[in-house]
């Protein structure tokens, strides 16, 4: 297999996504990390959150297999070490 099978986890934020692209003119989706662009699903999400004044914001951008593989590794090995110091 070439490329990774993706599912994903919340069909909300793909709908809000394609909405913002199709509104936006844009015509690939693209790696938030990277910039490479997407073919298909993306591999991963990412996620951002803030506030401004009461309003909470948060954004889910697309990751390509290489970034989402990276950044969840990063934070499986950041969360083992925290549990080995307890």
């Given at each position: 297999?070439?490329h990774?099978?993706?599912?994903?986890?919340?069909?909300?934020?793909d709908?809000?996504?394609?909405?913002?692209?199709?509104?936006?003119?844009?015509t690939?989706?693209?790696?938030?990390?990277?910039?490479?662009?997407?073919?298909?699903?993306p591999?991963?999400?990412?996620?951002?959150?803030?506030?401004?004044?009461?309003?909470?914001?948060?954004?889910?951008?697309?990751?390509?297999?290489?970034?989402?593989?990276?950044?969840?590794?990063?934070?499986?090995?950041?969360?083992?070490?925290?549990?080995?110091?307890?």
């Amino acid at each position: 297999m070439t490329h990774p099978i993706c599912i994903s986890v919340d069909a909300v934020a793909d709908s809000a996504l394609r909405a913002h692209q199709a509104a936006s003119g844009a015509t690939e989706l693209r790696c938030d990390v990277c910039d490479a662009a997407i073919e298909g699903e993306p591999a991963g999400r990412g996620l951002y959150v803030w506030s401004r004044g009461d309003e909470l914001r948060i954004e889910e951008p697309a990751l390509c297999g290489g970034c989402a593989v990276a950044i969840g590794m990063t934070a499986l090995s950041a969360w083992n070490v925290e549990e080995e110091e307890g």
